[in-house]
């Protein structure tokens, strides 16, 4: 019974995290020169081309454990007009996500020369996702007729909108997720529809760039519907050095919002809450970076932590870099 009740907590703990896993939830992969991954207004918003892989893998040791792999590539197509692709594949037990976005975004330099960074950018995204549960191995000796022992498909459109502004060392980033109210029957005859999520990231870097740079931010999370908030306090580090870049960070995020569950006579509750240290470097026009995050709290499905791996490069360079500490875009 305890065991039931804990499994159902990080259930429930898991939803606050991903947030009914509509499209690609949202972890700490953007600290990873990805914020295209998560705004789409910063496709083509640095002045290099980016490809990015990543993959994660939750619970290590676990039978059908979430796993999330994702590839991108964003770029500059004209002086103005940035374009991007996304694709992933998101599996977690017997559900999984497939899918695929494309991105065109609009930026409009308000400097007076190439140097001075003052960008305001817009972008949309517009996504094909494919919902699968795969109910081949289920038990269905009672002949349970919502059981249908096949695997079941259902795939639905929708948008993503943002804004980005990126001055000198300050940079602003505003998205909204799930732009379009769809109603799917998946699950159930008379799905509800899927939620609207906000994202806002605000972050600044200051320090010398010939030796240390600091770069603190925050992302906050809001859910339209169910009004699920989340808040990320990062900080990160770099140093230049002659043949690269190392740099690391470290993320801590926290729900606003607990889940109660019976802890022997009483009511307990837990929010959702976890620490994410990074590490990663630049060589030459490649990067490499490793993502640990670890759960807090008394009442987890596993004591072992999610572990991701990105790689890395950038493409069509410019050769002159703007004259501020924004790594981002430089």
Request: aromatic share 14%; proline share 2%.
């Amino acid at each position: 019974m305890i065991h039931n009740i804990k499994v159902l907590l990080v259930l429930i703990l898991i939803n606050q995290n991903s947030f009914s896993q509509e499209g690609i939830a949202v972890y700490s992969d953007y600290l990873s020169d990805n914020y295209y991954l998560i705004h789409p207004s910063m496709a083509g918003a640095a002045n290099c081309a980016k490809i990015r892989l990543t993959s994660r893998k939750q619970w290590f040791g676990q039978d059908d454990a979430p796993m999330l792999n994702t590839l991108s590539f964003n770029g500059r197509v004209s002086e103005k007009v940035g374009a991007g692709i996304i694709l992933f594949n998101d599996k977690n037990g017997f559900h999984s996500q497939k899918g695929l976005k494309a991105t065109y975004a609009y930026h409009i330099m308000f400097s007076r020369d190439e140097i001075d960074l003052n960008q305001l950018s817009f972008g949309i995204s517009t996504g094909l996702i494919q919902n699968q549960l795969d109910e081949t191995s289920f038990d269905n000796s009672n002949n349970d007729p919502t059981i249908s022992g096949q695997i079941q498909n259902s795939s639905y459109f929708n948008i993503d909108i943002g804004a980005s502004y990126n001055y000198l060392d300050l940079y602003l980033h505003a998205t909204l997720q799930n732009a379009i109210e769809t109603r799917r029957e998946f699950y159930t005859e008379s799905e509800t529809d899927n939620l609207r999520k906000y994202l806002l990231s605000v972050g600044y870097v200051f320090g010398d760039k010939e030796n240390i740079l600091w770069e603190p931010s925050i992302l906050f999370q809001l859910v339209g519907k169910t009004k699920e908030k989340q808040i990320d306090i990062n900080m990160k580090v770099y140093k230049n050095f002659d043949y690269g870049k190392l740099w690391g960070c470290l993320s801590y995020r926290r729900s606003f919002d607990s889940a109660e569950f019976p802890n022997g006579s009483v009511i307990s509750s837990q929010k959702l809450e976890y620490v994410t240290p990074i590490v990663g470097f630049n060589f030459k026009n490649y990067m490499f970076a490793y993502t640990y995050s670890h759960v807090s709290g008394d009442t987890k499905f596993d004591n072992g932590g999610f572990h991701q791996i990105t790689l890395g490069v950038n493409l069509f360079c410019k050769k002159e870099r703007y004259e501020c500490n924004c790594p981002i875009i430089n």
